[in-house]
């Protein structure tokens, strides 16, 4: 495998060499990716309903463009990437099924470029079989078409670290040295301190090793981060208090960064819970989480098949990159969502696919039968526990989805209409769906006061959200009270039902 990559790499640079020769070589190559990014457009759309409804964060994020509902409270960590990305759509229409499209299909180029990016550093199967295994997780399928950012700082990560790879021993491939710059600030447009880790290996072989040490490849890095956290750092001084308190709040609503041991948290994500936030209950079964210890010891033996065959940059540069994204999230925060890995996968996908590759083509024919019956075998257990736990989520997940909707509909028919406000239990989600403000006047989303809410309910619409046997605020406990299933709603007095 080490010999036909550096052919292909010598054919491609070497002056004589014919292109019309290489051009069926890559015309399959391109194929193969092609077909697995269509492959991975169909199933999101076919497995992740388009009619979901948003979730919690997508409606935050979705309400700042959105012409349908007033933008919800941004918090401090959240960057300005996914707005702008789903605007084109967002902005002109409120319909979640055309979003859940755009999104997907978006997602589906997005995955076939930043594979393209690695052609000529691995085999074109690899590719292929890299990108399926990164495509094919539940993870990846239920959130490529949703608005949230972590996909796109996976695909990011991806495509930065194979323009790293090609940029670094061709002082002259200009395209790759903007692929740096772009990769990198996709991230740090969609979650900069997530852009941060990710590169940090990239900066180190910058600055420690001579044959990395390019003055252009290095400032395209920093050029990078800077165009996509430079919205993040100007809004810190205008809106939250300046850089420096953005990011002590940013600390402080993901729980405070420090030492916590999140493994056993990220385990029990794997089961099909979108945030596990306090993580408690039992361990998935062996059968979901079998995979997640498999893939560090298909990445210790890609590196090793690597270092061996002398080609250890393409295998050990994303290992290295994957290692320092998936960090923070095993060991510096006190909660789990598994979309926080989605960068980790993504950068782990090619090392772990060359690696089941030498499995199956490693000299010896009379182990190669036994080694691909018990690959497929492997893979198609994977691929069905995947499919069940992604169809458990998307299940649970639409019935939350119906529940915000039925409630601001039931708000609807108590008189709570656009221009109006929610506050309390749920409400920034339930906003979004009536189309109405939210307000917090504790937690992380906290920004007015108790009288202001108070003032505002005397002119405007407004309703204070508890759930069933909660106590309202003392502003509202006179207020009238409507039980509408698992939320119980006390209106504001001069809202009449029917109005």
């Known amino acids: 495998m080490a010999d036909s990559t550096n052919a292909t790499l010598a054919g491609a640079r070497r002056p004589g060499s014919s292109r019309a020769a290489a051009m069926p070589w890559r015309a399959r190559g391109d194929t193969w990716l092609a077909a697995v990014a269509a492959a991975f457009v169909l199933a999101q759309l076919a497995l992740v309903r388009p009619g979901m409804g948003l979730g919690w964060d997508e409606t935050v994020y979705v309400s700042q463009v959105s012409g349908h509902a007033p933008a919800a409270f941004f918090s401090a960590p959240r960057a300005r990437g996914v707005p702008l990305l789903v605007a084109p759509i967002a902005s002109w229409s409120a319909s979640t099924p055309l979003l859940r499209v755009y999104l997907a299909v978006l997602a589906g180029l997005a995955l076939f470029l930043a594979l393209r990016v690695w052609r000529g550093l691995f085999p074109a199967r690899v590719l292929a079989l890299g990108g399926a295994l990164f495509a094919s997780l539940w993870v990846t399928l239920f959130y490529g078409p949703q608005a949230m950012p972590n996909y796109w700082v996976a695909i990011g990560a991806l495509a930065c670290a194979g323009c790293f790879l090609r940029a670094g021993p061709a002082p002259h491939d200009r395209a790759a040295v903007w692929g740096v710059f772009t990769g990198a600030a996709l991230m740090a447009w969609m979650r900069p301190m997530d852009a941060v880790y990710v590169v940090l290996p990239l900066l180190a072989l910058c600055l420690c090793l001579r044959r990395w040490r390019r003055p252009a490849l290095l400032a395209a890095l920093l050029a990078g981060l800077v165009a996509g956290v430079g919205e993040w750092v100007v809004e810190a001084y205008l809106g939250y208090g300046g850089l420096a308190q953005r990011l002590s709040d940013a600390s402080r609503i993901q729980g405070g960064l420090g030492w916590h041991l999140a493994l056993g948290d990220q385990l029990r994500s794997l089961g099909g819970r979108t945030l596990c936030r306090p993580c408690a209950g039992s361990m998935p079964s062996p059968a979901v989480t079998a995979w997640w210890f498999v893939l560090p010891l298909l990445a210790v033996l890609a590196a090793v098949i690597a270092i061996r065959a002398r080609r250890p940059a393409p295998t050990l540069v994303p290992l290295a990159c994957a290692t320092t994204a998936a960090v923070p999230y095993l060991f510096l925060i006190g909660y789990a969502a598994p979309r926080f890995l989605l960068p980790a996968y993504a950068l782990l996908s090619i090392p772990v696919a060359d690696a089941l590759a030498h499995l199956v083509t490693a000299p010896g024919r009379a182990r190669r039968p036994v080694a691909v019956t018990l690959l497929a075998l492997g893979l198609t257990g994977h691929l069905a526990v995947q499919y069940v736990v992604l169809d458990h989520t998307v299940h649970r997940t639409t019935a939350a989805h119906r529940d915000w909707s039925r409630t601001a509909a039931g708000l609807h028919r108590l008189g709570v209409r656009p221009p109006c406000l929610l506050t309390g239990y749920e409400a920034t ?36 959200l508890t759930p069933p046997g909660g106590r309202p605020p003392a502003y509202a406990r006179t207020w009238p009270a409507e039980h509408m299933g698992g939320v119980s709603a006390y209106v504001a007095p001069h809202v009449h039902r029917g109005r």
């Open 429 to 464: 989600p339930i906003a979004f769906y009536a189309g109405c403000a939210s307000a917090q006047t504790s937690g992380h989303n906290a920004n007015p006061t108790a009288s202001a809410i108070d003032r505002t309910a005397r002119t405007t619409p407004t309703a204070a």
